[in-house]
């Protein structure tokens, strides 16, 4: 279980192809702290570390991983949000996210408006239902509140505010048009989808 309130920014050093794709990534975690088989997010996806150095972990990407999630991350060099998993005692910042993608999205607009930037998102119509104005939302890990929503035929846009702290601390502060983001509904949202597709089965 994670926050969405984003703890560090890695690096992929490198991106083995083995049975799944072993990524190395560089990260300023004090890794002693960081057990084998803990679970860090990597930009939103929920990852297990199956191995580690004084500054570096592995994780495995499986296939199914790779294509549910966006395009890009998982090569050298990409930077990624890190969120360490939440424990008991932790301060809620953002929201309860599970670090389970939902959809890939797709970044439409990224205009400067005052000291932020307002970006808009489209995301698959079928998860239309669970993006609400003034509801939470995972963007590339990154905990967001929703500004508006519209839905059209195959699509829901809605829009998200990037203050500056939020730009400089993760990896959206250079986002534009035709950016790939992993996208998480809320999780409430999410079991109220499925209790109302449920009671009209």
Same mark, same amino acid.
């Given at each position: 279980?994670?926050?969405?309130?984003?703890?560090?920014?890695?690096?992929?050093?490198?991106?083995?192809?083995?049975?799944?794709?072993?990524?190395?990534?560089?990260?300023?975690? /004090?890794?002693?702290?960081?057990?084998?088989?803990?679970?860090?997010?990597?930009?939103?996806?929920?990852?297990?570390?199956?191995?580690?150095?004084?500054?570096?972990?592995?994780? /495995?990407?499986?296939?199914?991983?790779?294509?549910?999630?966006?395009?890009?991350?998982?090569?050298?060099?990409?930077?990624? *949000?890190?969120?360490?998993?939440?424990?008991?005692?932790?301060?809620?910042?953002?929201?309860?996210?599970?670090?389970?993608?939902?959809?890939?999205?797709?970044?439409?607009?990224?205009?400067?408006?005052?000291? =932020?930037?307002?970006?808009?998102?489209?995301?698959?119509?079928?998860?239309?239902?669970?993006?609400?104005?003034?509801?939470?939302?995972?963007? !590339?890990?990154? =905990?967001?509140?929703? *500004?508006?929503?519209?839905?059209? !035929?195959?699509?829901?846009?809605?829009?998200? *505010?990037?203050?500056?702290?939020?730009?400089?601390?993760?990896?959206?502060?250079?986002?534009?048009?035709?950016?790939?983001? *992993?996208?998480?509904?809320?999780?409430?949202?999410?079991?109220?989808?499925?209790?109302?597709?449920?009671?009209?089965?």
């Amino acid at each position: 279980m994670f926050t969405g309130i984003i703890t560090d920014i890695g690096t992929v050093r490198s991106a083995e192809q083995r049975a799944d794709l072993r990524l190395t990534i560089s990260c300023s975690y /004090d890794l002693d702290t960081v057990d084998l088989g803990a679970s860090i997010a990597c930009s939103g996806t929920c990852l297990t570390v199956v191995d580690k150095g004084e500054d570096w972990f592995a994780v /495995d990407i499986s296939e199914e991983t790779m294509s549910r999630t966006a395009p890009g991350l998982w090569a050298e060099k990409a930077q990624l *949000n890190l969120e360490r998993a939440l424990r008991v005692g932790d301060e809620l910042g953002g929201h309860i996210v599970t670090g389970h993608v939902d959809a890939v999205a797709t970044v439409s607009r990224a205009e400067q408006k005052g000291g =932020s930037l307002d970006i808009m998102v489209e995301a698959p119509r079928a998860l239309g239902g669970s993006i609400a104005p003034k509801g939470s939302i995972t963007l !590339d890990g990154v =905990s967001l509140t929703v *500004n508006q929503v519209e839905d059209a !035929d195959v699509t829901t846009r809605f829009t998200v *505010n990037l203050i500056p702290h939020t730009a400089d601390h993760t990896t959206l502060g250079e986002i534009g048009p035709g950016r790939k983001l *992993n996208l998480e509904i809320d999780v409430l949202a999410r079991y109220l989808k499925r209790m109302t597709e449920v009671r009209q089965s």
